[in-house]
């Protein structure tokens, strides 16, 4: 069982920057891929990014890539996401997730096991 806590959420401008964390429970953190997604008001959850167990793989959502990054760090099972040059269309609540299952970098929810409560993130225009 694995137990994600998110933070770094909160109103921001355009423009402007946020760094997300998600820590997680248990000693096996470096044996899940890890990925971040997000869900505005009335839309589906959508794919943000996601990394491999070493963090030797990455993969991002056409929306986000060279704005966006993410990283972890497996000795303080914490997963990040760097949010730059911020967007309103970039706002929603963002949730961590971690698969296990060893299929490899998953773009998709449905693979994803454990899920964060989520933190609000709010870009003004």
């Known amino acids: 069982q694995v137990q994600l806590v998110e933070s770094g959420g909160g109103l921001v401008q355009a423009g402007g920057s946020l760094r997300l964390s998600c820590t997680a429970s248990?000693?096996?953190?470096?044996?899940?891929?890890m990925g971040w997604f997000r869900q505005a008001p009335g839309k589906d959850r959508d794919f943000v990014a996601a990394?491999?167990?070493?963090?030797?793989?990455?993969y991002y959502a056409d929306s986000v890539k060279g704005r966006f990054t993410i990283s972890r760090d497996n000795a303080k099972n914490t997963v990040y996401l760097q949010m730059n040059s911020l967007k309103p269309e970039d706002t929603g609540v963002y949730y961590c997730?971690?698969?296990?299952?060893?299929?490899?970098?998953?773009?998709?929810?449905?693979?994803?096991?454990?899920w964060g409560q989520g933190t609000q993130v709010t870009v003004s225009s």
């Open positions: 990394i491999s167990w070493l963090g030797t793989t990455t």
């Open positions: 248990g000693r096996t953190f470096s044996s899940y891929v």
């Open positions: 997730a971690a698969d296990g299952s060893r299929r490899g970098v998953q773009v998709r929810a449905d693979p994803y096991e454990y």
